[in-house]
């Protein structure tokens, strides 16, 4: 049975409650996991609270160090992470190789970002104080903001864990994770390897259980200094209505509904290509995956057609197989959400192109499968175009012209990504700058993120920005110090 991490001792819940980690593909139940609760959460925040000292007495050289060792371990385990990940989520096992993959990476850049936490002198300008600013010298630091409470989603169960961790270990904080109920065996794993890379006791602990009470004492505890979530956008007003009682410092990489505009100039082979891996890769579960592709009207039948042979050479099933491209949904909840937002587009006047139905031959009957969905003749008004999917389903709208394209884009509460199709890159640049959203990628599709990059969204999207070395300034407090010379 896998257990929590509580001030370097690896425990059950406080009551033994305990959950199933159970595989989405075929509804084996992997583990059991503690149930914890409020009173579990608060021994973790205690834990993290009392080693703050010895944190902010780590030198860089130190964390840096840690962190880069931990990067090492990962990659020594790397096929037993990616295994965990794709039996825990349900996700393909290249793409579990791939997410581990960026996790060392993350750790890595963490690493580096630890010994690059600067501060800058400050010329001070003429004051009304004798004698002046002549003899004063003023200078900025970055300090450590102190408690940060790690909130990660199911789909990328490792690397986006690490994306708030890591980052956060680096400026000299302790952390509290909180990781997915659906899907924290990678998590667990990952802080056994912080904890094997010499992180001394209380720095990191993890506790596991239900948002509604585990989630919310570390956003409500008054010793948490910051929160770093990423889940759904409703989960992330609440988080934000709830934190500012204490005003903590928050980082929240929400929902998107990310348009793939292709123009009428667009090399429509690369396009369908990778639309099909921007709709498709994890069954769609992703934040910046292609949920609307906006075409022009004049290339849109030769597009859809393009397309439709794309996707069908997708092969489905167990996720452990190699040549799967795409597994289930993450469980019951997510497959009725994708049912009820085709059905509600099709009784609409929307098209199935393709799919549009559970997979559930023997094959498919143990998990939550749906098959990949083309739709077209899909409208605005639709609640396929302004809810967001997480689900494997691709609604194709037309428009007139470049412009009306960028108004159905920015037609939606989120901006998080965004990809723009054409052959002639200044017009491909200028639209990117009319489009609201974190991330315009031209000529590619929308669900890339590079992780020493700037990642976060407008809008409903997010708060804040992550990518390791803007992570990194998110989690310090910037002090300013001056000092009167006079002798």
């Given amino acids: 049975m896998a257990k929590m991490l509580i001030a370097g001792k690896w425990v059950d819940s406080y009551d033994g409650a305990t959950i199933d980690a159970v595989n989405p593909a075929t509804s084996e139940v992997l583990d059991t996991f503690p149930r914890g609760g409020r009173e579990d959460a608060r021994a973790a925040i205690d834990a993290a609270y009392d080693a703050r000292g010895k944190a902010e007495a780590m030198t860089a050289y130190e964390r840096s160090t840690i962190l880069l060792k931990a990067s090492q371990i990962l990659e020594q385990r790397s096929t037993e992470m990616a295994r965990i990940i794709s039996q825990n989520v349900g996700k393909p096992i290249t793409d579990a190789e791939a997410e581990t993959t960026r996790g060392c990476l993350t750790l890595a850049f963490a690493a580096e970002e630890a010994k690059r936490i600067y501060g800058q002198t400050i010329p001070l300008d003429s004051s009304p104080f004798p004698p002046g600013n002549k003899d004063?010298?003023?200078?900025?630091?970055?300090?450590?903001?102190?408690?940060?409470?790690?909130?990660?989603?199911?789909?990328?169960?490792?690397?986006?864990?690490?994306?708030?961790?890591?980052?956060?270990?680096?400026?000299?904080?302790?952390?509290?994770?909180?990781?997915?109920?659906?899907?924290?065996?990678?998590?667990?794993?990952?802080?056994?390897?912080?904890?094997?890379?010499?992180?001394?006791?209380?720095?990191?602990?993890?506790?596991?259980?239900?948002?509604?009470?585990?989630?919310?004492?570390?956003?409500?505890?008054?010793?948490?200094?910051?929160?770093?979530?990423?889940?759904?956008?409703?989960?992330?007003?609440?988080?934000?209505?709830?934190?500012?009682?204490?005003?903590?410092?928050?980082?929240?990489?929400?929902?998107?509904?990310?348009?793939?505009?292709?123009?009428?100039?667009?090399?429509?082979?690369?396009?369908?290509?990778?639309?099909?891996?921007?709709?498709?890769?994890?069954?769609?579960?992703?934040?910046?995956?292609?949920?609307?592709?906006?075409?022009?009207?004049?290339?849109k039948d030769k597009f859809a057609s393009a397309f439709v042979q794309e996707v069908q050479k997708l092969k489905v099933g167990n996720p452990l197989e190699r040549t799967t491209n795409m597994g289930p949904v993450i469980n019951a909840a997510g497959l009725s959400k994708v049912q009820e937002l085709v059905e509600d587009a099709t009784s609409n006047g929307a098209v199935v192109l393709l799919g549009g139905q559970r997979l559930d031959s023997e094959a498919y009957s143990k998990g939550f499968f749906y098959s990949p969905t083309v739709l077209s003749n899909v409208r605005e008004s639709m609640k396929i175009t302004q809810q967001e999917i997480f689900g494997p389903v691709a609604p194709i709208l037309e428009v007139g012209d470049a412009e009306e394209a960028v108004e159905v884009a920015n037609n939606t509460v989120y901006g998080l990504q965004a990809s723009i199709f054409t052959s002639n890159l200044a017009r491909g640049i200028k639209l990117a700058r009319k489009i609201r959203a974190g991330a315009v990628l031209i000529n590619d599709r929308t669900n890339m993120r590079w992780d020493n990059a700037p990642f976060g969204g407008v809008k409903r999207s997010g708060l804040g920005r992550e990518g390791v070395s803007l992570a990194v300034t998110e989690f310090t407090e910037l002090k300013f110090i001056v000092a009167n010379l006079t002798e």
């Fill in 136 to 299: 004063r010298f003023g200078f900025t630091i970055r300090e450590p903001i102190g408690v940060v409470g790690a909130i990660s989603p199911f789909n990328f169960p490792l690397n986006l864990l690490l994306h708030k961790v890591a980052p956060a270990l680096a400026a000299g904080n302790t952390v509290v994770i909180k990781p997915p109920s659906d899907g924290p065996l990678p998590g667990i794993m990952a802080a056994k390897i912080l904890e094997e890379a010499g992180l001394p006791p209380g720095i990191v602990n993890l506790v596991t259980g239900p948002g509604s009470t585990v989630g919310e004492e570390i956003v409500t505890n008054p010793k948490v200094d910051a929160i770093s979530f990423t889940g759904d956008t409703s989960t992330g007003r609440m988080i934000s209505e709830k934190a500012a009682a204490t005003n903590k410092k928050l980082i929240l990489e929400l929902g998107g509904h990310d348009p793939m505009i292709i123009l009428d100039d667009a090399d429509l082979t690369r396009a369908a290509k990778l639309a099909t891996t921007g709709v498709f890769s994890y069954s769609g579960q992703v934040c910046t995956a292609t949920k609307r592709i906006i075409v022009s009207e004049a290339i």
